[in-house]
């Protein structure tokens, strides 16, 4: 971040637990504005469902394209919800977005890029 042009970074899957909080407050304190939080909120089955579709139509077979890799993230993502506790009973919470879906559509597509150009 320090040595890129950007002004405007994606933190990606984080913070996935009370560690990796406080070490972005000690750290970041001060230094970056965060907008707002962004969860993809939908059942384990449905991530998998999803996973396995997204394997099965990709010409270039990736590492983590296997089923029980992607139950290890699923599994990894789930024990990172109780951190969102956190944003949910501070002020926080207010500027962020909890998308709920449950079916494939363009929707989440476009919903997230409203969200992250407004």
Known sequence: MKNSDKTI?????????????DVWNKR???KVDVQFLLLFD??????????LY????????????????????IATFEKSLPIFEIFEISDFWESSFNLCYSSFSNYILF????????
């Not at 919903?111 to 407004?118: V, Y």
């Open 9 to 21: 970074f994606l933190a990606d899957g984080f913070p996935r637990n009370q560690e990796n909080l």
């Open 28 to 30: 970041m304190e001060g």
């Open 42 to 51: 939908l059942e384990g089955e449905t991530m998998l469902k999803r996973l």
């Open 54 to 73: 997204r394997a099965s139509q990709s010409k270039v077979k990736r590492d983590d394209d296997k089923e029980e890799v992607m139950k290890k993230r």
């Open 111 to 118: 919903s997230c890029l409203s969200i992250i150009i407004a």
